[in-house]
C-alpha cells in the first residue's frame, strides 16, 4: 500500500481506502515523532467540506497543539472514532490504525500533486522535516 500513499509538505498522508473515491488521512511516521505523545484528537465533522490546505482536525500532544490540513478538496465521510478514547494510536501506528479521518475528494488529479514516497524521502533529507503546523 505504501506505493499508493502520497505526502504533503505539512505531513500528513493520504490513501486509497476501501471505498472506490474515497481517501484514508492521518499523519506521517516523521509528524507523530515530532509531536510525540498524543493526548487528544480534535476530529472533523462528518460531511464538512474542505478545501484543499483546509483545516480538518487538531491533534493535541504534552508539546502543543498542531493542525492537520486537508490533503485534497473534499468532503469527509468518517473519522476514526478510536482516536477519542485511545488518540496514541497516532503514535503507535500512524500509517494504519491511526488514520485521522475519510473523504470524498473533490478533485482527486489534486492527489497526484502530492509527493511519493521517494519524494517525501528527498524532502525529509533536504530539510523539509520541520512541521509547518502551527
Request: aromatic content about 10%; proline content about 7%.
Given at each position: 500500500?505504501t506505493e499508493t500513499r502520497r505526502y504533503t509538505r505539512t505531513h500528513e498522508w493520504v490513501a486509497p481506502a476501501d471505498v472506490p473515491g474515497e481517501w484514508n488521512v492521518g499523519i506521517?511516521?516523521?509528524?507523530?515523532?515530532?509531536?510525540t505523545d498524543v493526548v487528544f484528537v480534535e476530529l472533523p465533522k462528518v460531511g464538512r467540506?474542505?478545501?484543499?490546505?483546509?483545516?480538518?482536525?487538531?491533534?493535541?500532544?504534552?508539546?502543543?497543539?498542531?493542525?492537520?490540513?486537508?490533503?485534497?478538496?473534499?468532503?469527509?465521510?468518517?473519522?476514526?472514532?478510536?482516536?477519542?478514547?485511545?488518540?496514541?494510536?497516532?503514535?503507535?501506528?500512524?500509517?494504519?490504525?491511526?488514520?485521522?479521518?475519510?473523504?470524498?475528494?473533490?478533485?482527486?488529479?489534486?492527489?497526484?500533486?502530492?509527493?511519493?514516497?521517494?519524494?517525501?524521502?528527498?524532502?525529509?533529507?533536504?530539510?523539509?522535516?520541520?512541521?509547518?503546523?502551527?
Amino acid at each position: 500500500m505504501t506505493e499508493t500513499r502520497r505526502y504533503t509538505r505539512t505531513h500528513e498522508w493520504v490513501a486509497p481506502a476501501d471505498v472506490p473515491g474515497e481517501w484514508n488521512v492521518g499523519i506521517t511516521d516523521f509528524a507523530q515523532k515530532e509531536v510525540t505523545d498524543v493526548v487528544f484528537v480534535e476530529l472533523p465533522k462528518v460531511g464538512r467540506t474542505l478545501p484543499r490546505g483546509g483545516e480538518a482536525a487538531i491533534i493535541e500532544s504534552v508539546k502543543a497543539a498542531f493542525s492537520i490540513y486537508a490533503p485534497a478538496s473534499g468532503t469527509i465521510v468518517a473519522v476514526n472514532p478510536d482516536l477519542e478514547s485511545d488518540p496514541g494510536l497516532l503514535n503507535r501506528d500512524p500509517y494504519g490504525k491511526g488514520w485521522i479521518f475519510r473523504f470524498k475528494a473533490g478533485h482527486p488529479e489534486e492527489i497526484n500533486d502530492l509527493m511519493d514516497e521517494g519524494a517525501y524521502a528527498k524532502f525529509l533529507k533536504d530539510g523539509g522535516g520541520h512541521p509547518e503546523h502551527g
